[in-house]
Structure formats: structure tokens, C-alpha cells
């Protein structure tokens, strides 16, 4: 406003009593002008209005023939309670990976065992037991291989990274998930083998392990067999294990019998028993020197 | 946003059922086919993914729709689809149908007699098609496709979990109309097939081609379930369990459902005390003129009428709890002495007594004391009836039809000769004492049930039970100690039990146990009402003839309602703050306009020189919409490696007219919360999904982390 030059009364508005009785009694009189401040030329005012306050014209009667107040008010729809009778989460999955490629061997210690490790893209990951010397294959859950990648032992601990995000992991053998939500799988075979063409009976075949030691409150263990050299398997025989009851017994009764080749006896479970400790079969007609025990114990 | 759909069939139930309710959310259009086979969500004989979308049968027509949020030129669809058998002609057994908002067919998708898939316009005419066989039946198959009507393109790929092989189709030049996509069917089977047949969908999940991820082929997706399986310490909402007392009920809910015991003397009251007393949970209210009897020994047919404790409808009765007695069995002294206006929330456990004590009878709900005490001391009719419990059982006719409450009961005792309750009380949160050593009245107690294991008569009468038209004993699995989510973690949606966030208003009951002295006050919201022999101005109430007669005035001043200037005075406005109700003998209770706890400030005070008063000095009860509850769902499946989506599905509804929305989030696992559009909410429950794309923490990805220490919300937000 301070470069206001000029400003024009436009308008002068004079609010009249519409009634003169009684006269009006005007209690306030305000006079309001715009004006630049400053050194202004001129002032010019646009609106002048002339607020009067006065009374109302008189009335002999007053009547009211209808007065409401609206009040904004909720009432009933205020009792409104909101109800949800189900909630869920609907995912969209995939599994494996994308061009899963083959990448450096690695090598960890664990339980004294040292295992080379070689993953192999789709043909999987799989772990040399430099004491043992034998082979067994690793494995994820959803992946060709072990959803563990680029593995090192940093001092005592064996660190590695997913597949597909950057999450870096710790092997902690005594986890029976991976990835926290994954149930570990562990297959275990062994076998008997034999030249003999004589039926050789199983009476029983007993596991010795934590079984006790379980993912969820219950889980099975299964036991399958081929007597073809692993070309079939018969349908697998459970039995249910329990979180806690250490002195479980896992003994699989009237196994049937084999001859030539022998017999492999596949042990199977999902997020059970984190170490075997031996298995045991009880067998008829079986003679040592006809036979040699292959894996497990005979 | 790029994923606008996924549904895996798991949450809707099976069979005709669960199709119908697939109408509650994106499903426009669902084939229950009643007498012609099976539908819905199902699964193959040969084995499911998980629960399939299904047309199975011999003989029907039929498809699903399903209305896209928006339409798009440019779609990707994948799902799993298989066959019982190739149809015995072409364009019989159709994949998918394109269509636009007015519904008309922009191109279909055929699986033909030999196995070819096709793309056919609306009359049938090729647009392209795979070069060979590429469906076998009785095989679940891997369809993905990409759907550009701007572009005039198609491309199908079969089985191709990884999205790297060559497509089956890849067509270029179409013309598929000028409209984009808005509406898609799904298992349309156009011709009546004989013979076996039957088609299944599983794992749909669509998508567009906007944002930067999932806006191509994606390969082999699965849409898995996972049920909220965990509470939080995040919990504002509350649980409306099954579970009341122990873990059994006496489920009612069948048509006519009710229970019965023979007539006998010890069910005789005469004139002495009793208490009558159980849990009841209404699945609905009683409609039409009907009641819904809780407990009674009453026989209409043969006059044979002594004691009756139910709720009528609102033509009934306005919807009043009811307690009625004959003298003689007959109606020519019938009485009503309770009857008190009662509109129970569904699926909610009320204790309800009727107690005689001294002469006077008292009706308590949930402990407390509604209306004044009733005098009483007429004797009851010790007639032939038999025992009715949850509806009418009379000798020849049994259960009578349009008495029966559908609903449950737990902890039902009779007690006869004793009133248990004179006063307000804390209702039972354990079972009710067996045995005398237990209970003192234990002689007294004619019928008690729990309904723990069996529908049994646990008192020292030890009398028959005869549970009518399907009433049964039903065992809980919900419960506090299960935890707040098996309200909601349901894989077959039952909208008897949920979680909830109120809003309620606060309300006071106003007393007067005589009539008002001229110049007595009652002051509620901010105005005291006079009361006045004669009226001279405003907010005067006049002094009537009778007790409920100035109640009733003070009412209609404070409502600003009938009588203005004879019955309260000129000038009175209505309460700003407040609304009266009518209640019976001597009572009335007003309401907060404002939802919430700002009721429970209004101040309700008086001066009465010959008795009564407010209940309380201010306004309670009044409840805000709380805050929201987090939940924990179930794992996803192990051999997840890939999320591309997640679409968090609530069923919900609402108590009652008036606003009411629910916003769903998903929390990351550091807490990071991506809220979703609010949903406002009808009386009729219905599914509400929103899509997630990134983890809420990191904006990148999801991961099974992100699933496995993140955890779903659900807000009100009005």
C-alpha cells in the first residue's frame, strides 16, 4: 500500500432506520477510511460505510409460529461398530531362481568336519566331508541348490548371502528352518548290500536320534526302501514324532525282505531331528560273508 | 501399482457356498448351480495347487466375472488351469473372456477338443492360436498371457515357469474394439457338455503394464493364503470370541433349534423365588411378530402356560425383553410384568437373569439392573408344559415355529426357590458351582447346563435333554487363550465371530421413584429442566397426572417433541447435547449426540425432592474408535523364493447404519507402515483387497522377511 497513489470514495453506503418508532438511538458510530499511509498525493477512499447500530422498528405483537433448532447431532449412527470376521495376506510367488549359475567353491568347518563345497547352478550344490569323504548334496527349500551363496568362514562362523536379496546369513546348524520360515529337509540313506540270492528278512530297523529336538510341536519322520538299487522306492512308513519327548523310540517293525542287490533304507523329515546318530536293522538268513554292509548299520 | 488382482480360492469355502460368497468382493458374477453339480471353489480329483475356482459336473453352462478396479488397454493375466477333459467340440470350454465396461466380448480364449488353445473374436472367428496341442486334461498347466487392446497384440505362454522360452502365441494386428479391458471371465463353459468334464482355475493373478515392476511376464506365480496366525502387542480391536465359558456351547443356530425336558413339579416356581439365568449370543433378532424364547415352561396349544423369559420382535413388542406368567395356564391371566426395550448386538454373550425376590421381580443384563423391580407374587401355573429352552416346546406340537432363538447359550441354570441376584453384579467368568459342597443352593438348582461336552443337565435332577431341530452341542477353538486372531484368521469365513472397533455414544438412565415436587430440576447437557405444576417458560416441565406421564414430558422437552406449550414450555429448544429415550415404570435414558468419550464429560444432575436421580453424575459408556490391531500371518510356503505381490483381503461390515471405514496396512518388519485406501463398510460383509508391491522398510522388493516379521493392521478410520 505504500505506493498508493490515489483512491476515489466509489461509494458511500448510509444504513437507514426503516422504522422511526420508536427513533432510532444509534449507540455507535463508525467512520472507516482507507487511506495510504506515508507521503500519499492524495487519498482516495473507495468505501466509506457508515455502520449504524439501531434499534428495530417497534412491533405491537410478536408471533412465532415455528422456531427449530438444527442441531448436527450423530444420534443412532454414532452406534456404529466396525466388524472384520477375516484378514488375510494373499501372496504372489514364484520359486527357484532365474539363471541360477554356477559359482566359486567354498569350504566350513563344522562338528571338526571340514566340507568343500561346489555350487553348480541347476545341478545343484553339493559338499565333499573331507573326513568322511563322502559327497551329500545341500539344498533350499524353492532353490536347484543351497540358498547360500559366496560362503567364508569369518573365525568361527560360517557366513554367507541370499541368492536373490541382499541378506547376509549365518549357517547355525542347530536352526531347523532356514531363512527362518523354510523347514529344513534332511534325507540320510544308507544300504545293505548283498551277492546273495537267499531272502534275507527285516525284522525291524530302529533310528537312534534327537528326536525329541523338533521345528513345530510334532512332525514325522519317514522311512522309504529300494531294493532295485534306488530305482524305486516303496511308499514311506511314518511315524510321528513329538517336540520334547527325547526318549521317543523310531523303530519300523516287519519290513519284508530283500536279496540281491540289497536294500537302501532312505530316512526322511522336514524341520525334525537335527542329528542321527545311528541306525540299526534287525535282519534274518543274513550271512557276513555273503554280504557287505554298505552305509548305516547292518 | 501394477498388480491389480490376485486370488487363490483358499478363503471363500467350497462348493456352492463358497461361490456365493466369492460374490462379496471383486467377483461380480459366480455360478452356484444348485442341482446341476458342483461349483465354486473346489479341487480336481487329480489333486489342487491349493483350492481351485471350479465348474465341475456334467451338464451346466456358466462363468465367473470379474470387474477390474479400472479398465486397462494393456493386461497380463496368469493362472493355473486345468481339465477333467477336453471338450467333446470347439468353442465349447473357454479360459478367459476379455470384455469391455458395457460387458461386450472383446476376444476369447478357447481350449479346443484337441487341446489347442485359441483366440477367437465374439462370432467365433480365429484370431490365432498355438500350433499344436498344448492343453492334456487332468493336468494342472501354467497360462500367462499379455492382453494389449491399444496395440493390437496377444502373447500366451504355456507352461513356462521361467518366462524364457519361445510363446505359444505371439500375435501382432488385432483388432480388439476401441474399448479397453474392464471386465474378464474366467472357466466359461458356453455349451452344456455331457459326459466328464469339468474345468478348475487356481493362482490368478492379474496385472497392467504401468509402474516398474510386475509389468511384464513374470513366469510361474502361486497366490498362496496366509491366515493371520499371531497377536501383536499392537491390539486396539476387540475379539468376539465363541468361546464364553469353558470350551462348549449349545449351538442354536439351525432353523427351530431349541432344547426340552418333560414337565415336572420341581420346574414348578408357585410363588416362591427363582432365578433364571444363562449366556445368550444372538445370531439374529426375531423378525416378523415372532419371539425368541430363551427360557419358559409354556404350552399355548393346551393351556398350559406358567413362566416365559423371551425377546420379541419389533412388532412384536418393540423389540423388549419380555417376562410373562399365567395363573391358571390359560391367556384370560396372562401378565407381562417385564417388559423392557432391549436391542442386543449380534454375535455378542449377554447374561441374562430374571429374578424373583420378596415378592418383586428383576431383570439384570450382564449384571446390571434394568428397569425398577416389578411387583410380583402371583403363583405361577404349575401345569403340564414341558421345559423350553432357546424356543417354545409345547406337548403335541414340540417346538413351536417363529419362537426359537437362533443363537447360542453357555451356563444355563434354573434356580427354584432362590433369587440369586438382588443387586448389580459382576457376571460368572467361570463355570457356575457343581455340588453342594460347592454351591449352598445346590438343592435348589433345577436345571444346569454347560455344555462342555454334551447337552446335559448337570444338576442333581440330572433330568433328560432333548436338543430339537439340530440344536447341538458346539466346541470352541477360539478363545483368549487361543489369541485374538482366530476371530480372523478363518480359511471358511464365518461372520459370527470378528474383531471390532466401536463407536459408541455415552448415555445415563434417569430414575424417578416418585413424582417429581413443583420446582424439582433435572439438569442433563447443559440444561436443567423444571419441573412445574403450571407451565410459564421455557425448559418447564409440566408435573402430570401420573409418574410416566412427566417422565414422558420431560422427554419430549429435552427432544423437543410433541406438547410444546401444554406439556413443556414455550421456548424450550432441543437438547443440544443430548436425546432422551423412553424407557418403562419410572425410567429414562438419554444419549450423547457426540460419539465417543466427549459424552462422558456431559454432566447429569438433580434436585428431586421425592427420590431418584442419574445413574451416574455424568454421561458413560461413551467409546472412541480405538486404535488399530496388528496381527502376524502364517509362513509362506517353503519353497517361496520370489514375492512379486501381496494383496492384504479383509472381510468386513459394519453394526449399523452411519459412516464406518476400515483401512487396511501392511507393517514392515522395522515398523514402517504403508496404509491403504479406506474402505467404507455396508451392514453386509464384503472383501476389500489392497495390493503391495515393496516392503514398507525398503521400498524395494518384498521378501519372505518382509511376510515373516512384518504384520497386517487393520485401522477405523470413521
New interface residues.
Given amino acids: 500500500m505504500a505506493s498508493a497513489l490515489f483512491s476515489f470514495a466509489s461509494q458511500f453506503a448510509v444504513l437507514d432506520a426503516q422504522a422511526t418508532r420508536p427513533p432510532p438511538r444509534v449507540t455507535q458510530l463508525a467512520v472507516m477510511a482507507a487511506c495510504a499511509p506515508g507521503d500519499a498525493a492524495e487519498s482516495r477512499v473507495s468505501q466509506l460505510p457508515v455502520l449504524a447500530a439501531y434499534a428495530p422498528p417497534s412491533s405491537q405483537q410478536s408471533r412465532v409460529s415455528q ?1 427449530q ?1 438444527l ?1 448436527a ?27 541360477p549359475s554356477r559359482s566359486d567353491s567354498w569350504t566350513f568347518v563344522m562338528d571338526g568336519h571340514r566340507f568343500w563345497v561346489l555350487p553348480l547352478g541347476p545341478e545343484g550344490d553339493w559338499a565333499y566331508d573331507t573326513i568322511t569323504k563322502q559327497w551329500c548334496q545341500l539344498f533350499t ?3 536347484d541348490g543351497l ?1 547360500f551363496a559366496h560362503g567364508v568362514m569369518w573365525k568361527q562362523r560360517i557366513v554367507g548371502s541370499d ?3 541382499p ?1 547376509l546369513y549365518e549357517m547355525a546348524a542347530s536352526n531347523p528352518d532356514d ?5 529344513v529337509m534332511h534325507v540320510v540313506t544308507g544300504g545293505i548290500a548283498t551277492r546273495s540270492q537267499n531272502k534275507i528278512g527285516v525284522s525291524n530297523f530302529r533310528l537312534t536320534a534327537t528326536a525329541g529336538v523338533l521345528r513345530d510341536a510334532s512332525t514325522d519322520v519317514n522311512l522309504t526302501f529300494s531294493d532295485d538299487n534306488g530305482n524305486t522306492f516303496s511308499p514311506a512308513f511314518t511315524i510321528p514324532v513329538t517336540q520334547g519327548a527325547f526318549d521317543q523310540q523310531l523303530v519300523w517293525n516287519a519290513l519284508g525282505s530283500f536279496s540281491a542287490p540289497g536294500r537302501i533304507f532312505k530316512i526322511s523329515d ?1 524341520g525334525g531331528m537335527l542329528s542321527i546318530y545311528g541306525a540299526d536293522a534287525a535282519l534274518n538268513n543274513y550271512d557276513d560273508d555273503d554280504n557287505e554292509a554298505a552305509g548305516g548299520h547292518a | 501399482m501394477t498388480a491389480l488382482f490376485m486370488d487363490g480360492f483358499d478363503h471363500y469355502g467350497t462348493g456352492d457356498a463358497g461361490a456365493a460368497t466369492m460374490l462379496n468382493g471383486a467377483w461380480a458374477q459366480v455360478q452356484t448351480h444348485g442341482g446341476f453339480g458342483p461349483a465354486g471353489p473346489g479341487a480336481p480329483a487329480w489333486g489342487a495347487r491349493t483350492g481351485a475356482l471350479a465348474l465341475a459336473g456334467t451338464s451346466f453352462q456358466g462363468s465367473y466375472r470379474y470387474v477390474l478396479p479400472a479398465p486397462r488397454s494393456h493386461i497380463f493375466l496368469s493362472c493355473g488351469f486345468a481339465v477333467a477333459g477336453l471338450p467333446t467340440a470347439n468353442f465349447m470350454n473357454q479360459i478367459c473372456s476379455f470384455r469391455d465396461l458395457n460387458n461386450v466380448v472383446m476376444a476369447n480364449l478357447w481350449v479346443q477338443s484337441t487341446g489347442v488353445i485359441t483366440l477367437a473374436d465374439i462370432n467365433n472367428n480365429v484370431l490365432s492360436q498355438t500350433q499344436g496341442p498344448v492343453v492334456v486334461s487332468d493336468n494342472w498347466h501354467f497360462i500367462e498371457m499379455e492382453f494389449d487392446q491399444g496395440a493390437g497384440a496377444f502373447v500366451l505362454r504355456i507352461d513356462d515357469a521361467q518366462a524364457a522360452n519361445t510363446p505359444a502365441i505371439n500375435a501382432a494386428g488385432l483388432h480388439f474394439g476401441a474399448n479397453p479391458v474392464a471386465q474378464l471371465t474366467v472357466l466359461d463353459l458356453t455349451v452344456q457338455q455331457f459326459g466328464p468334464t469339468g474345468t478348475w482355475m487356481d493362482d490368478l493373478f492379474i496385472r497392467d503394464s504401468n509402474g516398474t515392476v510386475n509389468n511384464g511376464f513374470l513366469g510361474d506365480r502361486r497366490i498362496a493364503t496366509l491366515l493371520a496366525d499371531a497377536d501383536t502387542a499392537t491390539a486396539g480391536w476387540t475379539p468376539r470370541f465363541y468361546q464364553k465359558i469353558g470350551g462348549g456351547l449349545l449351538n442354536c443356530t439351525a432353523p427351530n433349534a431349541c432344547v426340552s425336558a418333560a414337565t415336572s413339579a420341581s420346574l414348578n416356581v408357585g410363588s416362591g423365588d427363582f432365578t433364571i439365568e444363562s449366556f445368550v449370543r444372538f445370531q439374529s433378532l426375531p423378525g416378523g411378530a415372532n419371539k425368541a424364547v430363551i427360557f419358559g415352561k409354556w404350552d399355548e396349544t393346551v393351556n398350559q402356560r406358567s413362566y416365559q423369559f423371551f425377546l420379541g420382535s419389533q412388532a412384536l413388542n418393540s423389540g423388549s425383553l419380555c417376562f410373562q406368567t399365567s395363573t391358571d395356564g390359560s391367556p384370560s391371566t396372562v401378565a407381562q410384568p417385564i417388559v423392557y426395550p432391549f436391542a442386543p448386538e449380534l454375535d455378542r454373550w449377554y447374561h441374562m437373569a430374571v429374578v424373583r425376590t420378596a415378592g418383586e421381580l428383576l431383570l439384570f443384563v450382564d449384571g446390571q439392573q434394568l428397569g425398577l423391580p416389578i411387583a410380583d407374587g402371583r403363583t405361577y401355573f404349575a401345569g403340564a408344559a414341558p421345559m423350553g429352552l432357546a424356543g417354545q416346546v409345547e406337548t403335541v406340537a414340540g417346538a413351536v415355529a417363529n419362537t426359537t432363538l437362533a443363537g447360542w447359550f453357555d451356563e444355563t441354570r434354573f434356580t427354584v426357590g432362590f433369587a440369586r441376584y438382588t443387586a448389580n453384579f459382576t457376571p460368572t467368568a467361570v463355570p457356575f458351582p457343581r455340588g453342594a459342597a460347592a454351591d449352598p443352593q445346590w438343592a435348589d438348582v433345577a436345571l444346569l447346563c454347560g455344555y462342555e461336552s454334551l447337552v446335559q443337565d448337570e444338576s442333581g435332577f440330572t433330568r433328560a435333554l432333548t436338543a430339537l431341530h439340530g440344536a447341538a452341542q458346539q466346541t470352541v477353538n477360539d478363545g483368549a487363550a487361543v489369541g485374538t486372531w482366530s476371530t480372523i484368521g478363518k480359511a471358511v469365513p464365518d461372520d459370527n465371530t470378528f474383531v471390532e472397533a466401536p463407536l459408541l455414544p455415552a448415555s445415563n438412565i434417569l430414575t424417578l421413584a416418585a413424582q417429581p415436587a413443583a420446582n424439582d430440576t433435572v439438569t442433563v447437557g447443559g440444561t436443567a429442566y423444571t419441573f412445574k405444576a403450571a407451565l410459564a417458560g421455557a425448559n418447564q416441565v409440566l408435573i402430570d397426572a401420573t409418574l410416566q406421564q412427566t417422565l414422558q414430558n420431560l422427554f419430549n422437552a429435552i427432544n423437543a417433541g410433541p406438547g410444546v406449550g401444554t406439556k413443556y414450555g414455550t421456548g424450550t429448544t432441543a437438547n443440544a447435547n443430548v436425546t432422551a429415550e423412553q424407557l418403562p415404570a419410572g425410567q429414562m435414558e438419554v444419549t450423547a449426540n457426540v460419539a465417543g468419550t466427549a459424552g462422558n464429560a456431559i454432566a447429569s444432575t438433580t434436585s428431586l425432592t421425592n427420590g431418584g436421580g442419574w445413574a451416574t453424575a455424568t454421561l458413560t459408556g461413551g467409546v472412541d474408535i480405538p486404535g488399530p490391531s496388528d496381527f502376524k500371518v502364517q509362513r509362506p510356503p517353503p519353497l517361496t523364493t520370489i514375492i512379486s505381490a501381496v494383496q492384504i483381503n479383509q472381510r468386513a461390515f459394519k453394526s449399523d447404519a452411519g459412516l464406518c471405514s476400515v483401512q487396511s496396512a501392511l507393517v514392515g518388519p522395522l515398523g514402517t507402515v504403508a496404509t491403504a485406501t479406506a474402505h467404507p463398510l455396508t451392514v453386509s460383509p464384503s472383501y476389500h483387497g489392497d495390493i503391495f508391491e515393496q516392503d514398507p522398510d525398503t521400498a524395494a522388493s518384498i521378501t519372505p522377511a518382509t511376510l515373516i516379521n512384518g504384520r497386517i493392521r487393520l485401522s477405523r478410520t470413521v
Avoid at chain 1, 444420534?75 to 456404529?80: D, H, K, L, M
Fill in positions: 422456531e433448532l442441531v447431532r450423530s444420534g443412532g449412527e454414532a452406534n456404529v461398530t466396525a466388524e472384520v470376521s477375516q484378514a488375510m495376506m494373499l501372496i504372489a510367488y514364484g520359486t527357484g531362481v532365474p539363471n527349500q524353492g532353490f540358498n541368492l536373490l536379496y541378506v531363512d527362518d520360515f523354510r523347514p522336514a
